[in-house]
Structures are given as structure tokens and as C-alpha cells.
């Protein structure tokens, strides 16, 4: 609380001088004033007193202590971004290939159906992506739950040593979601992969040493799906917004 900048606004509102609104908070011109100048700081009831005599008063409010968020956005910000685009690369033509399934027919015959999976960067690589310095050793993605994805899962996909190789074909939404909370290992390598059922707006960044476009979640899109992130960005912008002039 700048106590300077209150008796400024004060005598402005109230248009009455600093020694006159001193008068006729019953306080003396030079406690006033020595305030004014930080040569001395105000009990709490004694500016409630003079901000009083100018028809105003400051409503104080308790904020969580933001020190360790605080510290986590000062990283961000003086981190250098760093990004492996030979493993997202790879990602990228892995992710790409043509995945083939069977499917039922209503007559009970069995066909095939083919498509490629529906995905993009997610968490802390997209926002690497976007040139926030997260840590994202770990490539993360977030893949649209289908036919093509229950494939790509079920034929690449190793996951950790407690619970080895997992089908996808017949596990609900919830169920692989569950077997993927983990880091997933395999063909495709390490990878955090998030299901969802809809997926969210993708946009496409060219990576400074990639020749193919990125598909990348957009930052908001991030940030609705990570609290932890969410967290980070939000705290970003405050302190952004209370810098400008």
C-alpha cells in the first residue's frame, strides 16, 4: 500500500490541501507530511482517520501468499526455451502412419476400417511450442479417443513395468484413460499422452529446426486442461498487467 499515493488521491478527490485535510482529520500538517515523504509510516487507525476526513476509506483483503508461485513464473520467464524437435519430429511421423481396425457391421460380417489419429501437442510442450520456457523433457500429447487412436495404442504402446502391455480395443473412455496416466513406453517412445472425447482447437507452428508443421494445442486450450499450468500462466499475466503503466 504506496500511503504517498492515498493522500494524493485523497486531497484530489476531497480538492482540499494535504495540511487542510490534516486539519481536519485532528492531525498535525508535519505527521502528514512526513508520511507523504516515508520519513514515517501511519498506524493503521491514523491514515483510517485522515483518508476518513476526505469522505474515503481503503478496503483491505487477504491474498494467498504467492511466493512459491511467484518463484515457479520468475523461472519461466528467465528460463531459455528449450525444444527437442527431433523427438517431436519423430512424434510426428509416428503419430501420421495409417492405422487399420476391424469393424462389425450390423449384418455381423467383419470389415476394416482406416484412418490416421487425431492429436496434438499438449502440456508443457505446446507451451514450449509457444515459446514459454516449461520444462518438457517428456513429449505430451492429446489424442482424440477413436478407432484409429484404440489402434495406434493398442499395436505401440508398452506401458510401465506394473502393468505391461494393455489392449485398447475393447476398454471404454475411462479405462484407457486410466492406463495412460502414466509415462507410456513403446514403439513410439516415451510419451504422456492425454485421451479425450472432443478435441480442442489445434494450430500449427513451424519448429525453428522441423520441416513439417507442429500440430500444437493453443495456449488456452492448455491452460483449460493443466490446473498446475493454468496456475502459472494466470499468476503470469497478473504480474504482467500490474507492471504496465
Same mark, same amino acid.
Given at each position: ?111 476394416? /476400417?482406416?484412418?490416421? &489419429?487425431?492429436?496434438? @501437442? =499438449? $502440456? %508443457?510442450?505446446?507451451?514450449? !511450442? ?6 518438457? /523433457?517428456?513429449?505430451? &500429447?492429446?489424442?482424440? @479417443? =477413436? $478407432? %484409429?487412436?484404440?489402434?495406434? !495404442? ?15 480395443? =475393447? ?75
Amino acid at each position: 500500500m504506496d500511503v504517498r499515493e492515498l493522500l494524493v488521491e485523497a486531497c484530489e478527490r476531497a480538492q482540499v490541501s494535504q495540511g487542510e485535510l490534516a486539519r481536519r482529520a485532528g492531525t498535525s500538517p508535519s505527521v502528514v507530511s512526513a508520511w507523504a515523504c516515508g520519513r514515517m509510516s501511519p498506524s493503521v487507525s491514523s491514515l483510517t482517520r485522515v483518508l476518513a476526513a476526505a469522505g474515503l476509506q481503503v478496503r483491505a483483503a487477504l491474498e494467498p501468499l504467492l511466493a512459491d508461485l511467484d518463484a515457479r513464473v520468475d523461472e519461466v520467464l528467465a528460463g531459455t526455451c528449450v525444444v527437442d524437435h527431433a523427438a517431436l519430429a519423430a512424434v510426428v511421423s509416428k503419430a501420421g502412419a495409417e492405422q487399420r481396425w476391424g469393424v462389425e457391421s450390423e449384418d455381423g460380417t467383419v470389415g476394416h /476400417d482406416t484412418g490416421v &489419429i487425431t492429436w496434438a @501437442f =499438449d $502440456g %508443457a510442450t505446446a507451451l514450449a !511450442l509457444h515459446g514459454l520456457a516449461f520444462p518438457q /523433457d517428456v513429449p505430451a &500429447i492429446c489424442v482424440l @479417443f =477413436d $478407432g %484409429a487412436a484404440q489402434s495406434w !495404442l493398442t499395436k505401440g504402446m508398452v506401458l510401465s513395468t506394473t502393468r505391461g502391455r494393455v489392449s485398447f480395443w =475393447d476398454a471404454t473412455f475411462e479405462e484407457a484413460r486410466e492406463n495412460l496416466r502414466d509415462i507410456s513406453v513403446g514403439r513410439y517412445g516415451m510419451l504422456l499422452i492425454r485421451l479425450v472425447e472432443r478435441m480442442p482447437p489445434v494450430v500449427l507452428l513451424r519448429g525453428d529446426r522441423v520441416e513439417q508443421t507442429l500440430p500444437t494445442l493453443p495456449v488456452d486450450a492448455v491452460e483449460a486442461a493443466h490446473p498446475a499450468l493454468a496456475e502459472v500462466l494466470c499468476r503470469m499475466r497478473t504480474r504482467r498487467s500490474d507492471e504496465q503503466p
